[in-house]
């Protein structure tokens, strides 16, 4: 049987480590980053890819640097056929890439060589890609280049956030994982290069890339509040306080209105007029507070019409 080394940190990652698990696969080790404080108690968390390997009776080692003496050597003693890497965060030297006997392979969300990168669904969503998907490829030293093991694709739904279509990915990467696995072992493995002339990059979110500071196109700001939804979530500036907006969708009305203006508040939501088009949001959250309908903040009254979102 295969020995394998997995190496992952979020949640995304974690399904597919338990998933090989089920599948029956040798996983040898797990490698995953440091624990690291979170939430407003800045509490020390173990990552999910570590609960769940603990949980499964797996080997756990979190070295600060993958490549390094000390790491390089312990992967040597673990002997791994292949080392699988999900979301794991850090990019692996030639040092460690040699060390499988048949390589390392990456679990990538979207139909590489478009959005290679650290943010691959929020970027397709920001961008209103209609198709994405799961690729398994080979690594090398560069960043998502390497020759592809297998790929499938994924429609994406219209009203499709990052939550869900992150969900969805995940779901199909753990299936293409099991497929991968399987023809790694057979006479049908292959590996195709990628065509670097139609590559795309989709780097980390920025704190610029939460902020909607303009209303000018109503369909690209609800792409980027449905990239952000549910998390870190998209924000915009009411009366100089920050808000943000969730569960958002374009409507054919035309209303008037300077771009960024509340234009009306009701029970379905809050309605902002936009340079091109009508932006409907149906759900907001303030500092401090829960997320809430717009209705339930003009009640509050947090919030009214004829303001103007942005700046």
């Not at 080394?5 to 080790?29: I, K, Q, S």
């Not at 980053?33 to 009776?57: C, F, N, W, Y």
């Not at 958002?248 to 379905?268: H, L």
């Amino acid at each position: 049987m295969m020995r394998v080394v997995f190496m992952g940190t979020p949640d995304f990652a974690a399904r597919h480590l338990h998933a090989l698990v089920e599948n029956g696969h040798n996983v040898v080790a797990v490698f995953s980053q440091k624990d690291r404080p979170k939430g407003r108690g800045r509490v020390v968390e173990e990552t999910p890819v570590k609960k769940t390997a603990l949980s499964m009776g797996l080997k756990v080692f979190q070295p600060q640097n993958v490549s390094d003496d000390a790491a390089v050597a312990l992967l040597k003693s673990l002997n791994p056929d292949v080392i699988i890497t999900v979301a794991f965060g850090k990019l692996l030297k030639k040092r460690v890439l040699e060390l499988p006997r048949l390589g390392c392979f990456n679990v990538h969300a979207s139909l590489l060589p478009k959005y290679r990168g650290a943010a691959p669904i929020q970027r397709s969503l920001m961008n209103g890609e209609k198709v994405t998907g799961i690729t398994i490829f080979k690594m090398d030293e560069g960043m998502d280049s390497g020759p592809i093991a297998f790929s499938q694709e994924l429609s994406v739904q219209e009203f499709e956030t990052f939550g869900s279509l992150s969900s969805r990915l995940c779901t199909l990467g753990c299936h293409a994982l099991k497929r991968f696995m399987e023809l790694l072992r057979s006479e049908e493995f292959r590996l195709f290069p990628q065509d670097h002339s139609k590559a795309t990059t989709a780097p980390k979110i920025s704190k610029e890339d939460l902020h909607i500071d303009r209303f000018d196109n109503a369909q690209a700001v609800c792409n980027r509040i449905r990239a952000l939804d549910p998390a870190p979530g998209a924000c915009t500036l009411l009366d100089g306080t920050k808000l943000k907006l969730f569960n958002s969708s374009v409507i054919s009305d035309s209303v008037e209105g300077e771009p960024g203006k509340i234009v009306s508040i009701t029970k379905q939501g809050m309605l902002i007029a936009c340079e091109h088009g009508t932006l409907l949001v149906k759900e907001v959250q303030f500092p401090g507070k829960k997320k809430m309908r717009p209705w339930e903040a003009k009640s509050g009254r947090l919030m009214q019409e004829q303001r103007v979102l942005g700046g």
